[in-house]
């Protein structure tokens, strides 16, 4: 039986059938620099204490490295719009990365990463100049 082309396509979910995503914006409070590996640990397992695994699954977290920056100690977390309260409670309970004192301060919420960079990192757009 030969397959026709409509049906090698893959199905993709309609945009009104996606999980809707938010970026928490956050800040490390600390006397020294924070490894970001150190720090994606310390993060994973307080949720994982805070949610349990249901929990972090069914809110989609992700913490995004790329967006992570060491000078600033600033980064964004992704994870679905039902989850986003469980999330920023979970990071108030992270107290310690490796062996220094820390505090996880959330900045805010954002709809795309573009506009979170820019309400909260201070990054401006080119078109901003023109």
């Known amino acids: 039986m030969k397959m026709s082309e409509e049906d090698r396509k893959p199905n993709f979910l309609s945009p009104s059938l996606r999980f809707k995503r938010r970026y928490i914006a956050y800040r490390v409070l600390s006397e020294k620099e924070v490894d970001f590996k150190e720090l994606s640990i310390a993060m994973w397992n307080s949720m994982l204490d805070y949610l349990g695994e249901k929990g972090v699954a069914e809110s989609r977290v992700w913490v995004l490295k ?65």
């Open 66 to 130: 790329s967006t992570y920056d060491a000078e600033k100690k600033m980064g964004l977390i992704r994870c679905i719009h039902t989850g986003t309260e469980n999330v920023r409670a979970a990071l108030s309970f992270v107290q310690k990365v490796g062996d220094q004192s820390v505090v996880i301060q959330v900045l805010g919420l954002s709809g795309t990463i573009k506009a979170a960079k820019q309400k909260f990192f201070g990054e401006r757009s080119l078109e901003a100049f023109v």
